[in-house]
């Protein structure tokens, strides 16, 4: 049921290999046992033996109703089954994120950071006072592998936490002025690249784009994050959630 799998620890250089095959054997993660986000008397508490994953984990199991928006009637792949298949469109997509998200990843690893790391601050950054059960909506990880990640970043100073103000269990995050440079570097690169695609192109075609990327979103169930930027027209503004 498992493959094998090996994973890398970029900032330590430690390997860890866990093979599940054949079944039969417990699950992965033990969440009683395990909880990097059982309460304290402090903040959030994390597993100290951090491995930086997140970005291979799989996302946590999609909800009910989750998925492809699909014709009435239409089952799983049957849009491709009379040679209909966007071959085009597809391996497009698979380039054209390629390069728009490598563009962060040598900036990043200067730091020991990964992709699910500019993801996290991200969000952070553009929506202060998210809260974690809201990020987990928003990145559709597991618990352990934000975990992993979201303490590198408070512990190393780019985010932190702060009890909500009418709910002292809550915790918000918020990401410092730290947190805020590398964000605005990073959006920097990838807005040059953006700019660039664009330069050749008319208004009414980047409203196309626009339109495009809006109608591959799945908005049946949209978390809060998504709310607010659908909500936006061209984009989300900055704001709490």
């Known amino acids: 049921m498992f493959r094998a799998m090996s994973t890398d620890n970029r900032m330590?250089?430690?390997?860890?290999?866990?093979?599940?095959?054949?079944?039969?054997?417990r699950p992965l993660v033990s969440l009683n046992a395990n909880d990097?986000?059982?309460?304290?008397?402090?903040?959030?508490?994390?597993?100290?033996?951090?491995?930086?994953?997140?970005?291979?984990?799989m996302k946590a199991p999609q909800r009910p109703g989750s998925g492809p928006v699909r014709a009435p009637g239409q089952r799983t792949g049957e849009a491709g089954a009379a040679g209909e298949l966007r071959w085009d469109i597809i391996e497009l997509l698979f380039f054209a994120y390629r390069d728009f998200v490598g563009d962060a990843d040598a900036v990043l690893a200067?730091?020991?950071?990964?992709?699910?790391?500019?993801?996290?601050?991200?969000?952070?950054?553009?929506?202060?006072?998210?809260?974690?059960?809201?990020?987990?909506?928003v990145l559709r990880i597991t618990k352990q592998s934000l975990g992993r990640v979201l303490k590198q970043l408070v512990d190393e100073g780019y985010i932190v936490q702060k009890a909500g103000d009418s709910d002292k269990r809550q915790r918000l995050l918020f990401a410092t002025a730290k947190g805020e440079a590398l964000v605005a570097k990073l959006a920097g690169l990838q807005t040059d690249r953006i700019n660039n695609a664009l330069s050749e192109m008319s208004a009414g075609d980047a409203e196309i784009v626009r339109r495009f990327?809006?109608?591959?979103?799945?908005?049946?169930?949209?978390?809060?994050?998504?709310?607010?930027?659908?909500a936006g027209g061209k984009g989300g503004t900055r704001g709490t959630v």
């Open 12 to 25: 330590g250089g430690a390997v860890s290999t866990v093979s599940r095959a054949n079944s039969g054997l």
């Open 36 to 57: 990097y986000f059982a309460a304290s008397g402090g903040f959030i508490t994390f597993n100290r033996n951090y491995v930086n994953m997140a970005d291979i984990n």
């Open 110 to 137: 200067e730091f020991g950071f990964g992709r699910a790391h500019h993801r996290v601050i991200h969000f952070v950054h553009r929506y202060p006072g998210l809260k974690v059960a809201d990020l987990l909506d």
């Open 213 to 230: 990327l809006r109608n591959m979103i799945d908005l049946r169930e949209p978390d809060k994050v998504l709310q607010i930027i659908m």
